[in-house]
């Protein structure tokens, strides 16, 4: 295992040399049938389940994601796996007015930016990446600066899972430079993010002020429990108690506040406390 690493940091400079790849790359992949790019999509799945040891060993030093219970590699195979072999909509017919056949016809966008978090860096690069190479659009993906490991070790089988050069790029870097170049590029059509209120903010702004591209968002914000005095207080205590302590704690849907009816506050308190102790370094 690696007990320390360097990463590239991306500049806007490496941001344009990846856009230009994806564009360059998009008329001959959208062209291709959606059994044709399903191929590469499922020898990725292929690989990652075979490195699912490696790959939760790099989380854990990056960004302190338990091995015990890592269930990322998997996730990120079925989405590989799914939209390799599920092909891609090709839109609608309705017969809804009469004396009239509407359809609609989908179509990719283009050169697609994703930027991911850092809590679950797998997880986001399979959801992210594997619909959108499915339905023919290339990607430029940039990791977060605090877990770029992951998606570094995957990206390093693109080429051998048998995608063309630049239908997905990868790169590491600090949002406010390449997240900043990536969401005012003028060749990005759609920016997918998941992260803060605030960086999304940022983000809807600069594509805007750009090409107005399309944004595609899923912000953080943790919410609140609420406990009655006719809960399952067992039950309220599990549910709880792991929504706080999944993955350490680093999770955007995690209840960081507990809110308990008066009647059972004492109750509840001991069984959370009592659920919370008996937690070790290392699992989920």
């Given at each position: 295992m690696?007990?320390?690493?360097?990463?590239?940091?991306?500049?806007?400079?490496?941001?344009?040399?990846?856009?230009?790849?994806?564009?360059?790359?998009?008329?001959?992949?959208?062209?291709?049938?959606?059994i044709e790019r399903g191929k590469p999509l499922k020898k990725l799945a292929e690989k990652i389940t075979a490195g699912t040891s490696e790959l939760a060993e790099l989380d854990a030093l990056s960004m302190g994601r338990p091995v015990g219970g890592y269930f990322d590699a998997t996730?990120?195979?079925?989405?590989?796996?799914?939209?390799?072999?599920?092909g891609y909509?090709?839109?609608?017919?309705?017969?809804?007015?009469?004396?009239?056949?509407?359809?609609?016809?989908?179509?990719?966008?283009?050169?697609?930016?994703?930027?991911?978090p850092w809590n679950a860096p797998l997880?986001?690069?399979s959801k992210k990446i594997a619909?959108?190479?499915?339905?023919?659009?290339?990607v430029v993906l940039k990791s977060s600066e605090k877990a770029p490991l992951t998606s570094w070790k995957v990206a390093q089988w693109i080429e051998e899972c048998g995608f063309p050069p630049g239908v997905i790029n990868v790169l590491s870097g600090h949002g406010q430079i390449s997240g900043n170049a990536m969401s005012m590029h003028m060749k990005i059509?759609?920016?997918?993010?998941?992260?803060?209120?605030?960086?999304?903010?940022?983000?809807?702004?600069?594509?805007?002020?750009?090409?107005?591209?399309?944004?595609?968002?899923?912000?953080?914000?943790?919410?609140?429990?609420?406990?009655?005095?006719?809960?399952?207080?067992?039950a309220a205590v599990a549910a709880t108690e792991f929504s706080i302590m999944f993955n350490s704690g680093q999770t955007c849907m995690a209840n960081s506040?507990?809110?308990?009816?008066?009647?059972?506050?004492?109750?509840?308190?001991?069984?959370?406390?009592k659920a919370s102790s008996v937690r070790k370094l290392g699992g989920m």
């Open positions: 690696l007990t320390c690493s360097t990463v590239a940091e991306a500049s806007v400079d490496d941001v344009n040399s990846a856009v230009s790849a994806a564009e360059a790359a998009f008329p001959a992949w959208s062209a291709l049938s959606p996730y990120a195979a079925v989405h590989f796996n799914y939209f390799g072999e599920a909509a090709q839109g609608h017919t309705s017969l809804n007015t009469p004396g009239f056949l509407n359809m609609s016809l989908r179509q990719p966008f283009g050169v697609v930016g994703i930027i991911i997880v986001f690069f619909p959108a190479v499915a339905a023919g659009n290339t059509r759609v920016i997918s993010f998941t992260g803060s209120t605030n960086t999304g903010r940022a983000i809807q702004i600069a594509s805007a002020k750009s090409n107005l591209k399309k944004v595609v968002f899923e912000l953080g914000g943790k919410g609140p429990a609420i406990i009655f005095d006719d809960a399952d207080i067992d506040r507990i809110y308990v009816q008066e009647g059972i506050k004492d109750k509840f308190t001991e069984a959370f406390k």
